[in-house]
Each structure stands twice: as structure tokens, then as C-alpha cells.
């Protein structure tokens, strides 16, 4: 990183001329991002079929999930039956690292409820949570059906809307649709080697090393595991 190129310098006052022609790019960038959540806030919506879940203390209905809100929102965790904690995705495990009790109190207080659907069985799945030190609910769907289908087994988002005992989905996104879950890299995007990956349209000479999302595992564990264990995987 030391050899890595730097940018041309010049003085504050071109600086700032440079900073205000970025600065209004990036201000109608934050208003087709709202234009976007004005027609997502649009879409009609579609009744889901009565599904059940498990969790802590059994089977549970979708509609009790909602914890007594109204929205719902849920990310699907892509889950490895049977593998060790240092095994499992690296992707999800960042996806849940800033949702905190204080993002969730936030949410809350909008009435959206969060939590962690997984295909994988519920003592795997809580084992891991626990060992996370995660507070979130977390239920299993390995006998839900075909009612709530996760793409490629997880790395989802998505929206429900509770009207009396009846479930919509308002909404769902996947791939980089779920960037919102990851606020680490929201940052990396302000700095000025980025997250550093080698798609990125960066200059000549800046680090590249990763490809998308590779660092997110390193000796070994998800990044997110180092600060739950010191063992070393070999």
C-alpha cells in the first residue's frame, strides 16, 4: 500500500472547484436515489400463502414473526448444513454485522420488525447466531415449503406488510441490492483507494488486489469471526 499511486496535488482553491463539481454530481445521484424509493413506495404488493417457520420456541406463523408491527423485513442467510462456523458465508456474516440493537430500536420505531430467516436446521443455525454474539431472531426454513424460496439458498432482502392475519411482500433485492446491509462498504466508497476490488474504475497505479467480496474472508474465517475468536484455521 505504501508504493500504491496518489492523486495529483493541487491547491485548496482548485481543490475545492474540483470538490463542488463532484459535490453536485453526487447531489443528484441522492435524488434519483430518492425518485427510486418514490417508486419502490408504488409497487403493488402480493399475498403471501400461510407459511411456518421455527424458531426459539417452535414452529411460528409468517404473520407472527412481525412481533405485533406492521412491516417486516427479513434477510434470507445463505447457510452450509453440517459446516463449521468458519465455514459458513462470509457475505451473510458481514450482511449482519451492523444490524445492532440500536439499528434494530430504529426500525422499530417505524414499525418494521427484523429478522433472520435460514434454510439450515434451527439448532445450526441459533448455534451460530450465539456464537456471533448476534440478538436478532433467527428461524429456519428448512421446512417452510416452496412459500418462502430464497435465491441461490440466501444473500436476500425482503419486505412484508402485515394487514390483520393476511402477509404481502412489498418488496425484495438481491446481489447489490442488499448494499444497504453493508455500511462498511458504503465508507470504503468515500476513501480514496474504495474498496479496493478489481472491478472498480479506479486510476492507473491504485490497489486492486480482491475481487468482489474475496476479502471478506480472511485466514481462514469471516472477518466478522476474528473478533469472536482467536483460534487459527488451518
Known amino acids: 500500500m505504501n508504493n500504491a499511486a496518489t492523486p495529483r496535488v493541487v491547491d485548496r482553491a482548485e481543490w475545492e472547484r474540483a ?13 434519483a436515489g430518492d425518485a427510486l424509493a418514490a417508486a419502490r413506495r408504488r409497487l403493488p404488493m402480493t399475498r403471501m400463502a400461510p407459511v411456518t417457520v421455527v424458531g426459539r420456541d417452535g414452529p411460528i406463523a409468517l404473520r407472527d414473526v412481525f412481533d405485533g408491527r406492521r412491516m417486516l423485513l427479513v434477510y434470507h442467510f445463505m447457510w452450509h448444513r453440517g459446516a463449521p462456523h468458519e465455514k459458513q458465508c462470509p457475505g451473510c456474516t458481514h450482511t449482519q454485522a451492523a444490524m445492532n440493537d440500536a439499528v434494530r430500536a430504529y426500525l422499530a420505531a417505524r414499525d418494521v420488525n427484523y429478522a433472520v430467516f435460514c434454510a439450515g436446521p434451527f439448532a445450526e443455525i441459533a448455534a451460530y447466531r450465539d456464537f456471533m454474539g448476534w440478538t436478532m431472531p433467527w428461524y429456519s426454513t428448512a421446512d417452510s415449503g416452496d412459500a418462502l424460496p430464497a435465491i441461490r439458498n440466501g444473500g436476500d432482502l425482503r419486505c412484508y406488510l402485515r394487514e390483520g392475519d393476511a402477509v404481502y411482500q412489498t418488496f425484495d433485492a438481491t446481489a447489490r441490492g442488499v448494499e444497504a446491509m453493508l455500511p462498511t ?3 470504503l466508497d468515500l476513501m480514496l483507494y474504495g474498496r479496493q476490488e478489481s472491478w472498480e474504475d479506479s486510476p492507473a497505479g491504485w490497489p486492486q488486489p480482491d475481487s468482489a ?22
Request: hydrophobic residues 45%.
Open 19 to 31: 470538490r463542488a463539481e463532484l459535490l453536485a454530481r453526487e447531489k443528484a445521484h441522492t435524488r
Open 185 to 187: 462498504l458504503q465508507l
Open 213 to 234: 467480496s474475496s476479502w471478506w474472508w480472511q485466514n481462514g474465517r469471516p472477518i466478522a469471526q476474528w473478533a469472536r475468536s482467536a483460534a487459527t484455521v488451518e
